[in-house]
């Protein structure tokens, strides 16, 4: 449903779009809002901040259709205007244009010209809305996905991308926040939702901050992958940070006593790398996949609070730069035999 802004000081106006509209109404494809002048229209859209588009006059008191066109501008460029006056004369028009005016209409009002202006008008803003919508997710997602991803999704490499996966070498981390079911089994949506975007978002920088990147948000966890040089210790020097970060974070005692505490799994290994979708949705999964996934995952189930669990291939790897502790021997599931586990300690 496309919401309608009509400033207008003739009341006769309101009736006459009612009646022109009616069936529009009643289909719920058109709601419309009235404001008699420029000031009152500015108090409307402060009432209604999800109004589409705005017909205007431009002789009116207070404040006229073209002063209006400047406050506008100032207060929200994606909101497009319609201006509907007898004053139809080019320098109006050159004026009304020249402020962001989106289109012009000459009273007496053609209500066929003005419905399909109006209708170009709201797929234009639509457009400008999704756009926006687009760049800011964009932005976001260059947060957390690495940058040759997002160079080849803009690309027709995205039609082919399904049939082209590497084998690599990399380092898997699995970050669970403990416990988390008990604040959304008791908090609101609203509440749930802020406090787990502000874990996600303490630890994606942490993870961002030694090259790595989110693979992917589960649930109250996140998988992250590092690859290049140093993979495994970058990994490591990451989890630290994330655990540093959540310790100083403060309890929780509202409807329910909730401290934050991560468990974490490590481990390294060769995987694939794979673009896994849809090409007639234009949607893919850049992730990895294997046995070393699988294990990092499973490392992370038996950690406890706060523990960095690692498997022992990759404690000989970091031992000489790591401070860690034999756990021992653990099950891992889908495991035939046991397998030994170290923890970091710093």
């Known amino acids: 449903m496309a919401k ?3 400033v207008d000081d003739e009341a006769d106006l309101e009736v006459l779009i009612k009646q022109k509209f009616r069936q529009k109404i009643r289909e719920h494809a058109y709601e419309f809002v009235f404001a008699r002048n420029g000031k009152h229209a500015l108090e409307q859209l402060l009432a209604h901040t999800d109004v589409d588009i705005i017909l205007s006059d431009i002789n009116m008191p207070e404040m006229d259709g073209l002063t209006l066109l400047t406050k506008l501008n100032e207060q929200n460029s994606l ?4 201006i509907v ?5 080019m320098e109006n028009i050159r004026t009304a244009m020249n402020r962001g005016a989106f289109d012009f209409i000459t009273k007496p009002v053609n209500f066929e010209d003005l419905e399909l202006t109006m209708e170009k008008t709201i797929r234009h ?8 919508k687009a760049i800011k997710e964009n932005n976001i997602l260059r947060m957390y996905v690495d940058e040759t991803v997002l160079n080849f999704m803009s690309t027709r490499e995205f039609e082919t991308s399904l049939i082209s996966n590497d084998t690599v070498e990399a380092t898997v981390v699995f970050f669970d926040i403990c416990s988390f079911t008990t604040i959304s089994e008791n908090e609101g949506p609203d509440t749930v939702v802020k406090l787990l975007n502000s ?3 303490l630890m994606a920088k942490e993870i961002i901050a030694q090259g790595g990147y989110v693979d992917k948000f589960i649930g109250d966890a996140i998988m992250a992958v590092f ?7 970058r990994a490591i020097d990451a989890s630290l940070a994330v655990r540093k970060q959540i310790e100083k974070l403060p309890s929780i005692h509202e409807h329910v006593s909730f401290t934050p505490k991560v468990t974490i799994g490590i481990n390294s290994g060769e995987m694939i790398s794979g673009n896994i979708g849809s090409v007639s949705l234009r949607r893919l999964d850049y992730t990895v996949i294997g046995d070393a996934v699988n294990i990092a995952q499973r490392l992370q189930s038996i950690a406890t609070p706060n523990q960095i669990v690692i498997s022992e291939q990759a404690y000989e ?3 000489e730069s790591f401070n860690c502790r034999k756990i021992g021997e653990s099950i891992l599931k889908n495991k035939t035999s046991p397998v030994v586990v170290y923890e970091v300690l710093d």
Request: hydrophobic fraction near 35%; proline fraction near 0%.
């Open 317 to 319: 790897k970091v031992k």
């Open 79 to 82: 909101l497009k205007s319609v």
């Open 125 to 132: 803003v639509k457009q400008m809305r999704d756009t926006m």
């Open 199 to 201: 874990y996600f978002d």
């Open 85 to 89: 006056s007898a004053y139809g004369d």
């Open 4 to 6: 309608i802004l009509v």
């Open 227 to 233: 690859r290049g040089d140093y993979h495994l210790d």
